[in-house]
């Protein structure tokens, strides 16, 4: 059974930074694509930013060079580092772990709010 839990959200002024973490159990995490998405309320889920297995990232337009994503695979976890966050930021963020060899095996975590607001 894999399990992906995700921490690190709360409120944060606008400008400010946030770190968010995200743990997968159960999988062999080193061929995971890792991604962050988030989902704000009246809004569809859309992509932030994802790693592929090789350290590839891809980002939405609207986050480049405010986010940066990582992952440790010796912790099999993934991060997102959240800079400069602006109001529209908010949303619930998730976490997913998507197995490059069979798209049935996507895994989602419970999800974690970030709020931006002053």
């Known amino acids: 059974q894999v399990q992906v839990v995700e921490s690190g959200g709360g409120l944060v002024q606008p400008e400010g930074s946030l770190r968010l973490s995200c743990v997968v159990s159960g999988s062999i995490f080193r061929i995971y694509a890792m991604g962050w998405y988030r989902q704000a309320p009246g809004k569809q889920r859309e992509l932030v930013a994802v790693i592929t297995s090789v350290g590839s990232t891809n980002y939405a337009d609207s986050v480049k060079g405010r986010f940066t994503i990582s992952r440790d695979n010796a912790k099999k976890a993934a991060y997102l580092q959240m800079n400069s966050l602006k109001v529209e930021d908010t949303a619930v963020y998730y976490c997913?772990?998507?197995?490059?060899?069979?798209?049935?095996?996507?895994?989602w975590g419970q999800g974690t709010q970030v709020t931006v607001s002053s």
């Open positions: 997913n772990a998507q197995n490059p060899l069979s798209t049935d095996r996507s895994y």
